[in-house]
DNA sequence: CGTGTTCTTGAAGCCGTTCAATGAAAGTGG
DNA sequence: CCACTTTCATTGAACGGCTTCAAGAACACG
């Protein structure tokens, strides 16, 4: 399934996705830190599945997938993270979410990609052929069941960004998009009062849906109060509580 | 899986779904015109699948199923729009979507539900309990594909969803969300320039993220420049062209 | 026919956008 | 290794659109 559009805090899901998918677990030949998903296969099919996948090394700005092209391959986030955009009729572009570790990328959409997915820093990702993948979902109802589950969550990521596309208030949505990102590298890493930032903040504006420079502003705003600091290529949260505060409200 | 976060045009995706979902079967027993889901069963299976849902009627303002609630059943709605919300900590309140004929709802989320459905008219549903449905899954793979496709495609939908709701200005919203109303209930009558809106302007900015006052006016501004006409319960477009216009940048 | 709810419309204020310039950082080629 | 170029981030000023507050109108309901 696609992945991650990503998502706010807001509710204690985030805690539980992030839950879910600490049951990484390295895929042999690939080194496949595949989510919950692989861990449904036995381990005869488990080794099976794992020779399906190639694994790609992508250089920053390198292209994973284009919007538009024909899908042909089902790719698992194994290090760096992916940048997932739309461009818009009227030449802008929209950040859909962002791809870490863990994340299976451009599934059963359709038969093209519905966003461009490329690299924002040196990437590796593990490569299925789709036909590959979906000859292997055939009579592996667990497995389909997996990927469902996975699709689902991803939905309620979606949703969960939805909500806070919705708020008004930008001061609330970039804490909540720092909150998020520090809760999904929590899947791999123990939780850090640094939160690396790969993505530029025009992404981040794309994303939140403001302007690069309202985004600066408010983190500038953020570290002034000192609840943020900000480090290259990402931040490190002086105030959790006052961040929580500023997101949930 | 969960249903329809309710989606952007902005792309021709949005007819492809369409397109998908006019595939529409009469399931009997229920009248569950459920969507193409169905007819992956063969008609043996398909009989039997039909004798697994119970119909519901629902008159205004019931609620179907609460966020936070244990999810003890899925949902597909025959007749009627139901709004899907949820509560904000502070209070307020978000539309997530709005489930028409031949949405599947509260499908996999998680052990609880998400968010709140209920009815914004007479609404009939088909009720399906989780565990016989999930039983009914079992070994049968093409369905579960089925509905794996499905959430796939309410996924994309809510991606374009997301996308919209980054756009700055209200018209663009407003014209985008009459559009996506016009093609939603396209699945089941033929497209016609009446889109019947149940829902209060209360809920469409909630919706849009806007607040009610801008959605008034918008629809106001429109009206004047005769792109449409306001009627009871909905409004009637006048100038599709320029509708399209406006939505699209 | 009243009463409560929803919708419209007005006015004021704020916040985010846009335009634009400066400053910092990173990458490139001599 | 440094100077140059390019890109990105920050910051300022002015504009504009959306929100908020509030009042009045239309509607639905009992």
Redo the contacts with the bound molecule.
């Keep these: 399934m696609p992945a991650l559009a990503d998502h706010a805090p807001l509710r204690s899901r985030t805690q539980q996705a992030a839950a879910t998918s600490i049951a990484l677990r390295d895929c042999g030949v690939c080194a496949v830190r595949a989510t919950s998903i692989c861990s449904a296969l036995p381990d005869s099919e488990h080794g099976r599945f794992t020779t399906l996948g190639r694994r790609v090394s992508l250089r920053?700005r390198a292209v994973l997938f284009s919007e538009g092209a024909v899908a042909e391959a089902v790719y698992n986030v194994t290090e760096g993270v992916v940048r997932l955009h739309r461009l818009l009729p009227d030449g802008a572009r929209r950040v859909i979410g962002f791809g870490m570790p863990g994340d299976f990328l451009g599934l059963p959409t359709d038969e093209r990609h519905s966003f461009t997915a490329d690299a924002l820093e040196p990437v590796t990702v593990c490569r299925f052929s789709r036909r590959a993948f979906s000859a292997f979902m055939e009579d592996r109802p667990t497995f389909v069941r997996r990927v469902l589950n996975s699709t689902t969550d991803t939905l309620d990521l979606a949703r969960d960004h939805m909500v806070l596309l919705a708020r008004?208030?930008?001061?609330?949505?970039v804490a909540a998009f720092l909150l998020a990102m520090r809760a999904r590298s929590a899947r791999l890493r123990p939780p850090s009062v640094t939160v690396h930032l790969p993505?530029?903040?025009?992404?981040i504006?794309d994303f939140l849906?403001?302007?690069?420079?309202?985004?600066?502003?408010?983190?500038?705003r953020l570290?002034r109060q000192r609840v943020i600091l900000?480090i290259?290529?990402g931040v490190r949260i002086l105030d959790l509580r006052a961040l929580e505060r500023i997101a949930g409200a």
Tied chains: 1, 2.
Excluded: C, E
Aim: glycine share 10%; charged share 20%.
């Design positions: 920053p008004p208030d930008a001061r609330t949505k993505m530029g903040r025009q992404d504006g849906g403001l302007s690069i420079a309202t985004v600066s502003r408010t983190l500038t570290a900000i290259p290529n």
